[in-house]
């Protein structure tokens, strides 16, 4: 399998009818969708970019970041390889390709590995640009959203889930959650005393949930389904699968349980199991894929070819992935490794949310 079957030219992939290869439905100008991409690092060419290996997604069932990029295969009804990794680090079979990220999910094409939800789901647009995860005229504002839902949101999600399931954790699983998401003082026990108040932390931003989706929208952008749904799905996803009462927390505001039905629907993608094995061998077969950009002017004077460090921003406990520069602009940095049994590698980060250091 290849990728490529139900990719750009596969079975939901359009006709192009404008420049961009996007398609206008009926009734709306195509100028409105044709979105500005160019803050995302995407270039959409005519023809879409063919993908030259096949997608592989390192993850476990119940992680929820790892449920918006799997929405997002559903939405562009890609296929892609899954690769099962522990909930709890060690990772032996993932981190000599990632140089030690801890956080999941993780995007493997041959030798090049993504970080982080927000870029996979760049790359993701750039591989197969055609259905959108745009079809709005505000991609910024999508991606600010994205960043709200999988800050205070997720936050206060994740709070009420842990606190109200404390007595039934596994020990390191909670110890490990919390310290990423609540930083290094925090406790378990905190959380649980504050559960009422988290509580309405939850509910009011849930409220704020519902009223981003336009009434008589079937998404949050309008007739079709795009990132700021995969965002706000993967979220009341968790609810729904990691809180009792979670279903009815989304079902309370209607528009938002209407919605949470349609995108179960959307499925995920054509999916299919590689073991961790077989991911790391093929890593070490390909070659890292060509990267366009140099490294542009920054603040710190780092230029291509020095030593870095890279790691999430905030106390999370995060490590640090240490390489040497390939490239660097406003919305992605990429470093090189080799590793004695992945090879060359290049891992990719978005520039915002991390820290880069010489
Ligand atoms: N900013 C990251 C956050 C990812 C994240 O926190 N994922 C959770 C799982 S849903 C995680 O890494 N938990 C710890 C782990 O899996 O080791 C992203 O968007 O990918």
Redesign the pocket.
Known sequence: MDGRQAGPEGPRGAAPSNPLGLQSPPGESPRILVPDVRCLGVTHSPEGVRPVSELILHH?PP????E?VRIAFGIKGVAWRSVEIP???PRPLLFPMTGGY????VLQVGADIY????L?LAELERRYPRPTLFPEPDPGLTLAFGEWV?GPLFRAAVAVVLGTAAENLPEDFAR??VR??FGPGARLEDLVAALPDWREQLQGRLRWLEQSLPAGADYFCGGRPGQRDAQAWYLCWFLNGRHPEGRAMVDAHPRLAAWYLRMEAIGHGSESPLSGEEALALCAASEPGATATGVADNPQGLRQGDAVAVR?QGEGGDPEVEGTLQSLDAVRLSLQRRDPEAGTVTVHFPRV?YRLRA
Not at 63 to 66: E, G, L, N
Not at 102 to 105: C, F, I, K
Not at 115 to 118: E, G, M
């Open positions: 476990y992680s929820p970041f790892s918006k909930r709890v680090p801890r956080r999941t999910p970080c982080d939800t927000a996979i999988d490990d959650r990423i998401y999430p949310g």
